[in-house]
Each structure stands twice: as C-alpha cells, then as structure tokens.
C-alpha cells in the first residue's frame, strides 16, 4: 500500500545502470532520451550510493532489482512465452532472432531484454537503457497498481516487462493489489502500446495525501490517459480528489516530478519559473464523488488551500540562472525516505541552501552510511535530514533520485 509520497520506505523497485546504457552514442542519445553518453562505472557508484540509503532505511531485502524480478517471471514458461510475444510483436522481431532469444535460459534472458543482444557481431535487440527510471513504469495508489504506458518508442518494451510482473509478481500478487489499467490484457500489451491514444507515465503520479492524488498531464502523459484513469478512481473510490496539473510539453520539464517534489509533511521544491506562472499552466482539482471541479492559479494556491502550514523551496533558491541550471539536473525531484528525510543530487547545491535555511541537516550519502555501518545513527529518530548522491553521470540521463525508485509499499 502507498498512501503518500513521504511515509516510510517499506519496499522499493530499482534497476542498477546496465551494460546497455554503454549503447548510448553521440548520435542516437537523444532518440534514446538521454542528455549525453555516460561513464557507467561511474554511474554505478553514485546509484550504489542511492540503493545504499535505501537499504539503510527499507532494508536490504526490500530493495528490489528490477532484473531478478523479471528472471523470476521468466522462468514459468506460460508466461515467459506470452510476454516475449507481446515484445516480439511490439518490435517486429524476424523469426530467428525470436527463436535465438526463446533459447536462451531466464537469467540471460532478463539481460538480453533489458541491456540488449547481440549475436555474431550484428544487434538482434536492443537495450532499454531508461529502465533505470524506475519511477516512470508504475505507480501504487493506495491498493491500486498503475502500469504504464510510455509515450515514447524507447520505453515501451518497459511497459510488457512490468506489466507482467505487477499481474504476476507474488510481489504483488501475495499483497492482493487491484489494478488502474490501459490495457485489457497481457495478450493485447503491444497492440495496445503501439496504436492507442492513451500514455501515463509514473513521473507524472504524485500522492498529495491519501486521499488526493496529482497528475501532470505532460510531454508524457495526455488527456486521454488522464480523463480514463480519472474515471477509474471515481468508479473505485480510490481517492476522493484528483487534480489535473497541466504543465508545458517541453522535454526540460517532462513529467510533474521534474519540476515539484513534496519532502516532508509540509515542505514541498517546486520550479517556480512554471509552476507560479498561470500562463504556462492549469490545474483543476476534482472532487470526484461530489463530481464539482475547482480551478487554482499556481501551485503554491493548490497547497495552500488543503495545508496553511505549507512551506516551499525554490528551485535554485530562487536565484537565476541557478533556478534553470538546477532543475535541468532535477534539483526537484527529491525522493523521500520518511517524512523530512530525503535524497538528492549533490550539485544542486542552492536548492540545498533553500533547505538548509528551513532547518533541514545536509549530509552527503558516504558520510551517512559510514555513520549507519558504525551504528550512529537510528533510523527512526532521524529527521529534517537531506542526504546528497553525486550524480555527474546519473544527471546526464535527465532523471533525479525520485525517478530512479518505484515506492512499491509504504506507511
Ligand atoms: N520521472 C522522470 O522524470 N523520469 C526521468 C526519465 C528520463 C528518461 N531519460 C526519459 O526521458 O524517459
């Protein structure tokens, strides 16, 4: 169950940069949505350093590798079958590159849909080098589970991988989720991909509470997601509030959490050079059994009507061309741990100043787990604390902490 985007970390879906990331070139990184190439062994290391603090506060076995999740799925042989259909279809893959791919065993075959294959010198598939970004592939909406559907061609491989692990995963299965789908069924996962009008992406799915969720609608998510998945919740009385922020399609501010991340109970980032602008956006909140709709000019009004205690920090502090500078390496996009205690890119480093001066702790995430490994620190006294990653390699995908997890349960 997640009810909010700060209560304890419980369990978490990640994926380690892979070897596929090493595929990205000078020439195709933007078809493959990446800002430029990356040093993976570098990569590594500072992802490390995110799954450490994680683990620290989930615990290690809560931490979930993507990888081994869908080896799992890939050794029952129904489903293994079914799923490299839907990818076979979504790609058009020739006939021998199917048969050399449904020989091989699950654990390499896991790798191979996820960094690529190659066989002979020639590339019989190619990597998903977003899967990092965990954030975008799913979302969990109180008990509901949310798979995505990628509106760029890149990522929609990542849509069968997870669809068929939050339908068969015991992961999820043994919690007794339901599901807010788009698509009908594993059998209809690439058509669906491929032809319908509908795509929603995690980034864009933050919880303001329990009971209200936001969605942006976004370079990545549209309307015609939106208007379904809002009828969803209705249907299911999922929530009882639902709020529409329509932000600009602009890669810079892909999904909602590019440019706003809620830290702590009342303590929000936001990129106010957006989201303080009614010219560049809409938000419209719904009350979705008493079916009325009310409009707010900016973010800050949306927060504020629901919570006076709010308190914001601006990108960049508010100081330009920090305020650009930082939230193009996701100086907004903080991934809470527990209330008040969240991880971030090091560089960012007047958007830390901001929380300095709320009173918040800085710490970088080596000294943290050096004092956590020497038991110095209790998990569950720690408070007001930013804990900071360095993300020279990790920024260059165009993704922050908060897109690299997938909170699959917390509170
Ligand atoms: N939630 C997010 O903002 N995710 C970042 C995704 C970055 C990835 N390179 C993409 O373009 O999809």
Same mark, same amino acid.
């Given at each position: 169950m997640v009810t909010s985007d700060i209560d304890i970390l419980r369990k978490v879906i990640v994926h380690r940069p892979d070897q596929g990331i090493e595929w990205v070139t000078p020439f195709n990184k933007a078809e493959l949505l990446y800002d430029d190439i990356v040093f993976l062994p570098k990569m590594q290391e500072e992802h490390s350093l995110l799954t450490g603090v994680l683990s620290f506060f989930a615990g290690e076995e809560n931490v979930l590798e993507f990888t081994d999740l869908l080896t799992d799925i890939l050794t029952n042989a129904k489903l293994r079958s079914q799923l490299l259909d839907e990818v076979f279809k979504l790609e058009s893959l020739p006939p021998d590159t199917q048969l050399t791919l449904q020989q091989l065993l699950p654990?390499?075959?896991?790798?191979?849909? !996820?960094?690529?294959?190659?066989?002979?010198?020639?590339?019989?598939?190619?990597?998903?080098?977003?899967?990092?970004?965990?954030r975008?592939?799913?979302?969990?909406?109180? /008990?509901?589970v949310i798979t995505c559907q990628a509106e760029k061609m890149p990522r929609k491989?990542?849509?069968?991988?997870?669809?068929?692990?939050? &339908?068969? &995963?015991p992961v999820f299965v043994k919690v007794g989720y339901k599901y807010l789908d788009l698509c009908i069924s594993s059998d209809h996962l690439a058509t669906t991909l491929s032809n319908r009008a509908e795509t929603i992406e995690g980034g864009d799915i933050i919880h303001l509470s329990p009971s209200h969720l936001l969605i942006g609608c976004s370079e990545r998510t549209n309307m015609v997601a939106l208007w379904r998945i809002r009828e969803q919740l209705r249907e299911h009385k999922v929530v009882e509030k639902f709020t529409i922020v329509d932000i600009p399609k602009e890669e810079y501010c892909m999904h909602i959490d590019t440019i706003f991340s809620k830290v702590n109970t009342h303590d929000y980032v936001l990129y106010e050079h957006v989201l303080q602008d009614p010219t560049q956006i809409s938000i419209e909140?719904?009350?979705?059994?008493? /079916?009325?709709?009310?409009?707010?000019?900016? !973010?800050?009004?949306? !927060?504020?009507?629901?919570?006076?205690?709010?308190?914001?920090?601006?990108?960049?502090n508010g100081e330009h061309p920090f305020d650009?500078?930082?939230?193009?390496?996701?100086a907004c996009n903080f991934v809470a741990v527990r209330p008040g205690v969240a991880v971030t890119y090091r560089r960012n480093t007047k958007t830390i100043e901001g929380f300095q001066q709320l009173g918040y702790t800085v710490i970088p995430a080596e000294q943290f787990l050096q004092q956590a490994a020497e038991g110095k620190i209790e998990k569950e006294k720690i408070q007001n604390t930013i804990i900071t990653i360095p993300a020279g390699e990790l920024s260059r995908g165009s993704g922050g902490p908060h897109c690299l997890t997938f909170p699959i349960e917390r509170g």
């Open positions: 654990k390499n075959l896991a790798k191979a849909l !996820i960094s690529g294959y190659k066989a002979g010198g020639s590339v019989l598939l190619n990597p998903v080098p977003n899967l990092i970004f965990t975008d592939i799913g979302a969990v909406v109180n /008990n509901y491989r990542e849509n069968i991988l997870t669809w068929f692990i939050t &339908h068969y &995963h909140s719904f009350d979705l059994q008493g /079916n009325t709709s009310q409009r707010f000019d900016t !973010i800050k009004d949306l !927060i504020l009507a629901e919570d006076a205690d709010a308190r914001f920090v601006s990108c960049g650009q500078r930082e939230q193009w390496s996701s």
